[in-house]
DNA sequence: GCCAACGTTGGC
DNA sequence: GCCAACGTTGGC
């Protein structure tokens, strides 16, 4: 089992809207790190923190779990969709997305400030500078130091 | 294969 | 809105 921590920008996707919809596919991932993770490496039943990205209080928001293994994202496919990618096919997919279920909101978000200020959390990548992957792992340890106090 | 130009991300 | 960081593109 491992732990994940997935960016959304609130006003495109936000985790209310994760726990309107009960399941959603994590779809839109156009970063080859992250694809490889989404494709290889996510599991069934691994942990999500849903993080808040490019929004006035980025925060991590909640806690979500991988409910279906990695396959080929279908949005790369339709030249309607935002993220369309001609270079992409279902004979040849390029792009993989996973399906997330919401879990829980933590008791209170935490913000990059409350992650700066926890021993453990402070090292978290999401407050590397410069870090633009919207997958990345988390230790076990930075896991349950959120799932235990929030 | 190098690298400059460009686009995107995302905190602030 | 600014700008640093980084990935991608494309000419050579």
Same mark, same amino acid.
């Given at each position: 089992?491992?732990?994940?921590?997935?960016?959304?920008?609130?006003?495109?996707?936000?985790?209310?809207?994760? *726990?309107?919809?009960?399941?959603?596919?994590?779809?839109?991932?156009?970063?080859? *790190?992250?694809?490889?993770?989404?494709?290889?490496?996510?599991?069934?039943?691994?942990?999500?923190?849903?993080?808040?990205?490019?929004?006035?209080?980025?925060?991590?928001?909640?806690? +979500?779990?991988?409910?279906?293994?990695?396959?080929?994202?279908?949005?790369?496919?339709?030249?309607?969709?935002?993220?369309?990618?001609?270079?992409?096919?279902?004979?040849?997919?390029?792009?993989? *997305?996973?399906?997330?279920?919401?879990?829980?909101?933590?008791? *209170?978000?935490?913000?990059?400030?409350?992650?700066?200020?926890?021993?453990?959390?402070?090292?978290?990548?999401?407050?590397?500078?410069?870090?633009?992957?919207?997958?990345?792992?988390?230790?076990?340890?930075?896991?349950? +130091?959120?799932?235990?106090? +929030?």
């Amino acid at each position: 089992m491992n732990y994940w921590l997935m960016k959304s920008e609130p006003d495109c996707f936000s985790f209310d809207d994760l *726990q309107k919809a009960g399941v959603e596919p994590w779809d839109g991932v156009r970063n080859y *790190q992250a694809r490889n993770m989404l494709r290889d490496e996510i599991q069934v039943g691994d942990g999500v923190l849903f993080y808040h990205s490019n929004c006035k209080e980025p925060a991590i928001v909640g806690i +979500a779990e991988v409910v279906r293994n990695g396959y080929p994202d279908p949005t790369a496919f339709d030249p309607r969709e935002k993220h369309f990618d001609p270079r992409s096919n279902p004979a040849n997919p390029r792009w993989y *997305q996973v399906d997330v279920k919401y879990v829980r909101h933590l008791k *209170q978000a935490l913000s990059r400030d409350d992650l700066r200020r926890h021993p453990v959390l402070s090292k978290m990548g999401v407050l590397k500078k410069g870090n633009r992957l919207s997958v990345m792992p988390v230790t076990a340890e930075q896991w349950q +130091a959120i799932v235990r106090d +929030a």
